[in-house]
T-cell receptor, first 109, second 112 residues
């Protein structure tokens, strides 16, 4: 099945700093989703991004399917951005997502 | 619009028992997926249902089963519980294969 690698595994930021999270995947995909899991375990969909760039407030995501990677940009980070960020391309079935191990982000005041 | 609703939020069971978890998808979503999250294995796909039919199943033993009802609500069942089944079980729904997946808050199962 598809392999998903996320980097860095851990990231500590000062509030207000910017960051870039990376997701590499082993097979070509026609879409990819980014999620944020908050400290209470809730998994929130940030982006559904087949290709190109999407923006939502301070967050934006870019997927380059031909080169098999996606990037998540967080600007002007806030303490509420803390948590684990997962990327998930589809696996064997269209509705079956394969999750990476995530990037754990800690934003300190 | 209400989100994905999972019940119960927490469960404590003993080895050998069985458990049933429930999931109500977002109104209008016909696809329901289940995932298991553990510290060691991360997020792993269990199965996916669409219009009461299981379309995909992950690499889990037969003790894990599920079903979907005509109103798209879904249940998953784990029989003969083992300590390793302790995990956060997440249900997700989607309108179709080209739309975002939305997760519920999960059911945290502890097996003692």
């Amino acid at each position: 099945g598809i392999q998903v690698e996320q980097s860095p595994p851990d990231l500590i930021l000062q509030e207000g700093a910017n960051s870039t999270l990376r997701c590499n995947f082993s097979d070509s995909v026609n879409n990819l989703q980014w999620f944020h899991q908050n400290p209470w375990g809730q998994l929130i969909n940030l982006f559904y991004i087949p290709s190109g760039t999407k923006q939502n407030g301070r967050l934006s995501a870019t997927t380059v399917a031909t080169e098999r990677y996606s990037l998540l940009y967080i600007s002007s980070s806030q303490t509420t951005d803390s948590g684990v960020y997962f990327c998930a391309p589809p696996g064997a079935g269209s509705y079956q997502l394969t999750f990476g191990k995530g990037t754990k982000l800690s934003v300190i005041p | 619009k209400a989100g994905v609703t999972q019940t119960p939020r927490y469960l404590i069971k003993t080895r050998g028992q069985q458990v049933t978890l429930s999931c109500s998808p977002i109104s209008g979503h016909r696809s329901v997926s289940w995932y298991q999250q553990t510290p060691g294995q991360g997020l792993q796909f269990l199965f996916e249902y669409f219009s009461e039919t299981q379309r995909n199943k992950g690499n889990f033993p037969g003790r894990f089963s599920g079903r979907q009802f005509s109103n798209s609500r879904s249940e998953m069942n784990v029989s003969t519980l083992e300590l390793g089944d302790s995990a956060l079980y997440l249900c997700a729904s989607s309108f179709n294969e080209n739309s975002p997946l939305h997760f519920g808050n999960g059911t945290r199962l502890t097996v003692t």
